[in-house]
Structures are given as C-alpha cells and as structure tokens.
C-alpha cells in the first residue's frame, strides 16, 4: 500500500497457541471401589456397551464438575471418541480463560485424572460381588479434570504440538 510517498506493511500474522490436552474419563468393564463401610467394599462397573445410543452431542469439559465450561462438543472444541475399552477426551482449551487456566494446571501436575456426569436408564447388582453395574447411560452432561476421581484407571495430560 502507497500513500503520499509512505509505504505501509500491513501483514497478518496467524499464531497457533496449542492448548491441546488429550485424556480417558470413562473406562469399561474395570470395577472401581465406590465406598468403604466397616471394612466392606461396594464397586462400580461402567459396561462396554453403556453408551450405545446415548446422548453425547452436547457435553462440556469442567473442573470437579463445576465452574465455567473448558470446552464443549457443540463448538468443536471437545471431542469424544467411544472406543471398546474407554471413552477418549480431547480438546482444545485455547478458546476460552477458563481452558487456558486448566490447561496450565494440568501441565503443573494439578490434575491428571477425569470423571464424568451423567444420568442412566438401568444398572444391575450383584449382591455377591456388591458390584453395581451401570447398563445404559442415558446421558453424558460433562466430563471432568478432578483432584479425586472414582475411577483411578482414567488419566489426562497436555498435549504438545509434536505429539
């Protein structure tokens, strides 16, 4: 561009600031102990087929399930991807305060588990076992960085741009 013998740059400069973090807030068919009453361990399973047909198109990332949401499937920035083994998370958490902040506090070590909120339409119990076991979920609301997740077998880390 020319005027009156200046010349101006005008240049667009597109920076990527990968906030990318990648994680397994649902596992399957792996019993976790719920709660402990005098001495006696009462479990939960999630069955491999308990998200068939659940409503999972609009679910949010959040902190221990509160709080503004991180990201969320409806705008792209969550995804979900249900495999036969687990649920993997990812997501992009550059859009917003909210995900910048937790991305930090994952890549500081604050949280590295997850869990989920969600509503169900049947479950089972074995009183043998004391294993309830969840059949169908109906469903899934968010799925959350935690301090104290009920299932210890879940996991969330910061993804770099190289991985």
């Known amino acids: 561009m020319f005027s009156k013998n200046r010349e101006y740059r005008s240049f667009e400069f597109n920076q990527t600031d990968e906030?990318?973090?990648?994680?397994?807030?649902?596992v399957f068919e792996q019993p976790t102990v719920l709660f402990e009453v005098?001495?006696?361990?009462?479990?939960?399973v999630i069955d491999r087929n308990a998200l068939q047909g659940a409503k999972i198109d609009d679910v949010v990332l959040n902190v221990n399930h509160t709080g503004k949401a991180c990201a969320k499937t409806k705008n792209g920035t969550l995804e979900l991807d249900v495999r036969d083994y687990d649920v993997l998370m990812?997501?992009?958490?550059?859009?917003?305060?909210?995900?910048?902040?937790?991305?930090?506090?994952?890549q500081n070590g604050f949280y590295d588990k997850m869990s989920f909120a969600f509503t169900y339409t049947e479950t089972s119990y074995d009183k043998a076992t004391r294993t309830r076991r969840i059949l169908k979920i109906d469903r899934l609301y968010d799925v959350s960085a935690v301090d104290f997740p009920a299932y210890n077998q879940t996991s969330l880390q910061a993804r770099s741009s190289f991985d």
């Not at 005098?38 to 939960?44: A, L, M, Q, S, V």
């Not at 990812?90 to 506090?105: F, I």
Request: proline share 3%; aromatic share 10%.
């Open 19 to 26: 906030m990318r973090i990648e994680g397994v807030p649902i």
């Open 38 to 44: 005098d001495g006696i361990k009462y479990y939960e």
């Open 90 to 106: 990812r997501a992009d958490l550059s859009k917003n305060a909210s995900g910048r902040e937790l991305y930090e506090s994952i």
